[in-house]
Nanobody, 119 residues
Framework: QVQLVESGGGLVQPGGSLRLSCVAS????????MGWYRQGTGKQRELVAG???????LYADSVKGRFTISRDDVKNTVYLQMNSLKPEDTAVYYC?????????????WGKGTLVTVSS
């Protein structure tokens, strides 16, 4: 079991920045994959950025060069630094953890944090 708690969302003007945090209830070095997803109104949930255990980070094309995902294994926290925000970045942002074993993989989700980009 993994509980995930996101924070850091809010209202920001276009061009501004926010940093989201996702705190996990267990050591994140034991989690195979952690990622940030988002879901805008009337849209499907999409991957924004991911950080596999021991692998390279990955980003959606729409956020490359603007968003950065990072992790702090001491604090069991994954961050999403979002710069140069655009109105189209408005969405609920969710943290996801994937824990895999030899036989299965389990997905765990946080409850989300709302990011609104508007003037």
């Amino acid at each position: 079991q993994v509980q995930l708690v996101e924070s850091g969302g809010g209202l920001v003007q276009p061009g501004g920045s926010l940093r989201l945090s996702c705190v996990a209830s267990r050591a994140i070095f034991s989690i195979n994959f952690m990622g940030w997803y988002r879901q805008g109104t009337g849209k499907q949930r999409e991957l924004v950025a991911g950080i596999p255990s021991g692998g390279s980070t990955l980003y959606a094309d729409s956020v490359k060069g603007r968003f950065t995902i990072s992790r702090d294994d001491v604090k069991n926290t994954v961050y999403l630094q979002m710069n140069s925000l655009k109105p189209e970045d408005t969405a609920v942002y969710y943290c996801k953890a994937v824990v895999a074993s030899a036989y299965s993989a389990m997905d765990y989700w946080g409850k989300g944090t709302l990011v609104t980009v508007s003037s």
